[in-house]
């Protein structure tokens, strides 16, 4: 799996920046990327075989963490495509999402082609 290769190989200093990335989750997105926006690095919740569209509400849980993040200099997408240009089709909608800086991000996404 893509993801899970990208995550082994951060882990182990394998990425682009050659420095070990450890796996964080304070249980509270907020907190996540407060602490990634602070230190770098990516925050992602994926969508899975149980939620294939992920847990993050587009409206008013991607969104407005993707216009802080992008005002930050970082990236935020979802499925490649950047969160603040989905069209919402439902208020409750949700989406898989991954936000960081750009490269991380960038190479995160390196891993699906």
């Known amino acids: 799996a893509p993801l899970r290769d990208y995550i082994t190989a951060i882990q182990k200093g ?7 990335y450890t796996a964080r989750y304070l249980g509270s997105m907020v907190g996540d990327i ?4 602070l230190y770098g690095g990516i ?5 899975d075989a149980k939620n294939p569209n992920g847990k993050l509400r587009l409206l008013y ?11 930050a200099g970082g ?10 240009d989905i069209e919402p089709t439902n208020v409750h ?4 999402c991954f936000f ?11 891993y699906y082609k």
């Open 14 to 20: 394998e990425g682009e920046t050659g420095k070990q």
């Open 34 to 37: 407060h602490r990634t926006l």
């Open 43 to 47: 925050f992602g919740y994926p969508g």
């Open 61 to 71: 849980e991607a969104a407005p963490i993707a216009f802080l993040m992008e005002a």
């Open 75 to 84: 990236t935020a997408e979802s499925s490649g495509t950047r969160i603040l």
């Open 93 to 96: 909608q949700r989406v898989p």
């Open 100 to 110: 960081g800086s750009a490269d991380d991000v960038a190479e995160m996404r390196s």
